[in-house]
Each structure stands twice: as structure tokens, then as C-alpha cells.
């Protein structure tokens, strides 16, 4: 089998050889290169280097996988020096995997470019082929948004000539769709993602919001929220490594300037990545992810070799601490129990606070030529270091205790196709069963008054638990939540937590009865219903007593009595997916 690889290899060579002799390039300078780092390659640029590239190196793999709303397939790069493509087998050799997303906004392609040179300068020998890690990319997630090209959308940024724009072929904004997974895209990454099985994400961006004097900033998930050694490890060991790795190679980082329209000075808190984020979705899987975000008024050519150096850097990092990765993400399998108290949100913990040694510009609030009112000015011929507040610890605000398994009527497919899709173990019912199980009545939500994302968001929503016996039949499936799809699982079958399907609107037609009243006849029999109530009749007239606007509005009296009646629909407002606290 070497032997084959040395002749292939010698071919592949003398192939190039001979195309250079004909004029034709064999170094694979990417479209950025060419421009002097002024322009982004193109869609079909950039998916036929890979292809060629793929095609001079047997170190790298091109495949398709899936869908996207564009009607393109998402196209999936392996390098891997060991020339194994199938990530089973990738498993089996005790490699790391690094997974690297680009173009998810395409108006902020330094990642695409970036990542195209790095996989170039690998098959090269330019850097030192990774020996025990295993790099895959995404080379442009947001088709459609790549297809899409303009020069003028991107308002804030510096470069590059024309790029691809923020929404997909449907206008999604992908990066808040991972948990929802409204589009093919979100679809298919998450088969992707599956697959590949990735022990490091890395998501590259632009940010936006401030002025300062960074290149590169790193928003890591929230190492809170990762939780237990694997989060230790993200804030006390990789960010360390990889902000002293760049200042060696003269790259000052520091950590996403969370703010909008304000002074960085101020300070700021670390942003928290709810699950409808990419690095959000990914630590549900006990994956180390990141996102470059780079700064938008700095030259694109100077965004695009930062991001490399920065990929370049983490990936040195895996393969340093890939046996201590593994073992922590491992590990991490078993931190939760039955039982166990679970957090689904948090909120800063303003007890404890870190310091950055922060390079900003001075800026000051001037009146506007525009508005007449106060508008931000940044004095960039003015650079300063200052020490600034970083809030960057979070304690948990909700918890929720873990029960032993979910139970969901079989009708409620596209949450079970979703369930599915993020690899989540189900048992369907054998036969028509009576289960005990802890039962939730919404008591209270609260509805974004704006569409986001195609949805208008719950939030704020609360519940009322309590155990009953219930019918389940034949083929709804239970979920036993001792399986690596756990922290999912919770996260999206919990009402409360902020990114679950319920406050993604999938659950929204319980909050609407179905079976009303008319009041001509309804008055008759809820007057019989006061008369043999005594108890009931005590609360209506207290409630009268106490709510001038109940007393005052008949129809909301009816209503009220109405639920307190047998006639009232036990569907409305009962959350269909039960708890099963016991085996």
C-alpha cells in the first residue's frame, strides 16, 4: 500500500511538472492571493481550488454531502496525512478532529480565504502537516448567501471588493438556526457534524460594534456553560496557549468586544452562546468551540492572515493536548446523572471580574452633523492600553433536575425528525402502556413583538410540574437520557430553557383551545355550576372582589369559570412531552 502511495505521489508530481512546462500554474495561489489580498474567491472559485487541490494530494478528500436551501450541496474537505477518509475509521486511529466552518455569513469571508491557503500550505510542506489531527472544512456554508454577491451590504467593513451576503436562499440567518433548524443548511450540517464527531469547532467571522486596535479577537463558548474540566480546560489552558502562541507571532487577541455603540473602556461581559449559535449548538456534544471574529475596519488582507495564523495556532494546539482533549471530552459524558440538578440559563455573576489590558482608541460622545443628537467618535490617531473590567463569569439562573427519560407522543414529528437528526437514541413503545410521568402546564411565557428568524421568539416561560398517570400509545417514543445526545435533549425538551423548541414556536398550537362556548348557553350552566360549588363560588366572588377589570368584563367571568369547569379542554396549555422520573 506505501508503494502505491510513493507511485501515485510521484505521478501526481510529474503531472504538475508537466503543466508547468505548459504554462499551467502548479502552486495553487488562491484568488486572494491574486488580487494582493483585495478580493474573496467566488463560490465556484473556491469549490474547484479544493477540488484540484484534491485532485494533486492524496492527503486531501472533496465530497458533497446533503442539501441547502440554495439547491447546492454542502461540500466537505478532509486532510488527513494518513490518507484516511472515513471518520470511523479516523475515530478508531486516535485522531483529533478540528472542525472549521466558513462563509456562514459570506459578506465575511476571511475564513474561506484563510482556510484555502492553510490547506494548501499543509499538502505544501510550508507548515508541518499535523500528524494526530485531522482537519476538515466546510469551505462555504451559506451557499446561497455566497451566490448572492454585492459590493455595498456590508456598511462597517473594510474590504473585501464584493462578497456574498448575510441571509441564505431563503434569507435565513444561519447562525441562529442550529438548534431550530428551520433550513438544509442547519440540516445538513448537523449530519455533518454527526459524522465528523469534531473535538474543536472553529467558526471564522467579522465583528462588529466597536473601535479599537485588535485585528483578532476569540469568542470561546462559555466556559460556565461548557461546565466541569472541559470548560476548565477552554479558559485556564486552550485560551492561554492560544493568545501566547499569537503574541509570539506579534498577534494581539483578546476576547470578542461585546458591546454596540458604546466605549470598550467601560467594559464589557464575555457574549454567551445560547444553543442557537454555532458554538452554542456544538458544546452540547462536549465539543471545544470558537469563533474568529476579526474586526471589520481593518484591511481584508490583513483579517485574512490573522484568521490563518489563529487557525493555524489552535490546530498546533490540538495536536499538542489531543490525548488530554480526548480524554476530557470523554469524561465529560458522565458529569450529569439522574437526578442531578441540570442549568439551562444563566446570568452574569457579578461578584467576580477579570482585567484586560485593553488597546482602544480614545473616543468621545460629539453632537451629530446627521441627527443633531449625541453620536459616538472614535480618535483613532489617539491608541491607548488601559486596564478594563471583562465579566466573564456566569452562574445558572434556571435548573432543572434530570429526569430518567422523555416521553413524546409519536405525533409530533418534526420534533422527532430533529431528534433524530442530532443522532438522539429512541424507544418506541411496544404496545399502548399507562406511564407515570411528570406532566407541565405552561403558566406564563412572554412573545417577541418582532419576527426573528422566521419565528416570534417565547422567552421568560414557566411552568407548573405534576405527576400523573398517563395513556401513551403504541409507537410514541421514549427517550432515556442516559446517552451522549443528553445535554441536547434537555436544553431543547425543557420549556424553560432559552432555546427550546417550545420557545421556538413548535409547540405553539397548544397555546390556542380549540373548543369554546357560546354564552347564551354557557350563562345557564355555569350559574348550576356556582349554585353546587360552594368553594368555587367563594373564589369567583373574591376574584370579582379583588380584579376591578374581571369584575368589570363578563365575558372574561364566563371564560374564567369555563376552565374551572369539566368542559374545559385538558389540551390547552399541557406541554406534550412528559418527564419519566423513575426506570
Known amino acids: 500500500m506505501n508503494h502505491y502511495r510513493y507511485l501515485l505521489k510521484t505521478f501526481l508530481i510529474l503531472t504538475i511538472s508537466f503543466n508547468v512546462l505548459n504554462g ?17 474567491a467566488t463560490y465556484n472559485q473556491t469549490i474547484q481550488f479544493y477540488k484540484d487541490l484534491a485532485n494533486a494530494y492524496t492527503e486531501i478528500s472533496i465530497d458533497s454531502i446533503g442539501e441547502t436551501d440554495s439547491g447546492k450541496p454542502l461540500h466537505v474537505v478532509t486532510l488527513n496525512a494518513d490518507e484516511v477518509f472515513n471518520f470511523s475509521e479516523v475515530h478508531k486511529n486516535n485522531k483529533r478532529i478540528v472542525l472549521i466552518n466558513n462563509g456562514i455569513h459570506p459578506g465575511e469571508p476571511d475564513g474561506i480565504d484563510a482556510t484555502m491557503m ?20 466546510i469551505p462555504i456554508y451559506n451557499v446561497g448567501g455566497s451566490l448572492n454577491r454585492n459590493t455595498t451590504s456590508r456598511t462597517n467593513q473594510d474590504g473585501p471588493k464584493s462578497y456574498g451576503f448575510r441571509g441564505n436562499a ?11 433548524c428551520d433550513t438544509k443548511n442547519a440540516q445538513t450540517f448537523a449530519k455533518i457534524f454527526h459524522l465528523a464527531h469534531p473535538d474543536v469547532f472553529i467558526d471564522n467571522h467579522v465583528s462588529n460594534g466597536a473601535d479599537y486596535q485588535y485585528t483578532l479577537t476569540h469568542l470561546f463558548t462559555q ?16 485560551r492561554p496557549k492560544l493568545e501566547k502562541k499569537l503574541a509570539n507571532k506579534h498577534w494581539d487577541i483578546t476576547p470578542y468586544v461585546n458591546i454596540f455603540n458604546e466605549v470598550p473602556e467601560k467594559g464589557f461581559s464575555q457574549f454567551l452562546d445560547y444553543p442557537r449559535y454555532s458554538t452554542g449548538y456544538t458544546t452540547l456534544f462536549n465539543t471545544l468551540g470558537m469563533m474568529v471574529e476579526t474586526h471589520m475596519l481593518k484591511p481584508y488582507k490583513q483579517r485574512v492572515t490573522g484568521t490563518y495564523e489563529l487557525m493555524k495556532s489552535l490546530i498546533e494546539i490540538t495536536e499538542e493536548d489531543g490525548d488530554k482533549i480526548s480524554e476530557l471530552r470523554k469524561n465529560a459524558l458522565s458529569k450529569f446523572s439522574v437526578g442531578d440538578n441540570y442549568p439551562l440559563d444563566w446570568r452574569i455573576d457579578t461578584s467576580k471580574t477579570n482585567t484586560l489590558n485593553f488597546k482602544g482608541y480614545e473616543a468621545e460622545k460629539i453632537k451629530s452633523e446627521v441627527t443633531n443628537q449625541q453620536r459616538l467618535k472614535y480618535h483613532r490617531e489617539r491608541p491607548f492600553t488601559k486596564a478594563i473590567k471583562y465579566q466573564n463569569y456566569f452562574k445558572s439562573k434556571i435548573e432543572v433536575s434530570i429526569p430518567s ?21 429512541m424507544i418506541p413503545l411496544p ?8 406532566s407541565y402546564k405552561i403558566l406564563g411565557f412572554e412573545t417577541g413583538e418582532a419576527p426573528f428568524e422566521g419565528h416570534y421568539l417565547h422567552y421568560n416561560t414557566s411552568v407548573k410540574a405534576t405527576l400523573t398517570d398517563k395513556n401513551f400509545r403504541a409507537g410514541d417514543f421514549i427517550i432515556p437520557t442516559t446517552q451522549p445526545a443528553l445535554r441536547y435533549i434537555i436544553e431543547t425538551l425543557e420549556p424553560m430553557a432559552p432555546d427550546s423548541f417550545f420557545n421556538w414556536n413548535f409547540f405553539d398550537t397548544i397555546l390556542q383551545q380549540k373548543e369554546h362556548f357560546s354564552p347564551y348557553v354557557w350563562e345557564d350552566k355555569a350559574l348550576e355550576l356556582l349554585n353546587n360549588n360552594e368553594k368555587l363560588k367563594h373564589e369567583f366572588e373574591t376574584k370579582k372582589a379583588k ?14 369559570l369555563h376552565k374551572q369547569s369539566e368542559h374545559y379542554e385538558n389540551a390547552h396549555l399541557q406541554y406534550p412531552v412528559y418527564r419519566i422520573l423513575n426506570h
Open 547 to 560: 380584579d376591578k377589570a374581571f369584575s368589570e368584563n363578563w365575558y372574561a367571568q364566563l371564560d374564567w
Open 170 to 180: 431563503r434569507n435565513y440567518d444561519l447562525n441562529r438556526d442550529f438548534i431550530k
Open 118 to 137: 492553510l490547506f494548501r500550505d499543509f499538502v505544501h510542506g510550508n507548515i508541518a502537516m499535523p500528524k494526530n489531527t485531522v482537519i476538515v472544512t
Open 24 to 40: 499551467q500554474p502548479d502552486n495553487f495561489e488562491t484568488h486572494f492571493e491574486k488580487s494582493k489580498g483585495l478580493e474573496t
Open 223 to 238: 466556559y460556565n456553560k461548557l461546565g466541569g474540566a472541559l470548560g476548565h480546560y477552554i479558559h485556564t489552558e486552550m
Open 405 to 425: 427519560a422523555y416521553i413524546i407522543p409519536q405525533g409530533w414529528h418534526t420534533i422527532i425528525e430533529r431528534l433524530k437528526l442530532n443522532n438522539v437514541d
Open 431 to 438: 404496545k399502548d402502556s399507562i406511564i407515570k410521568v411528570e
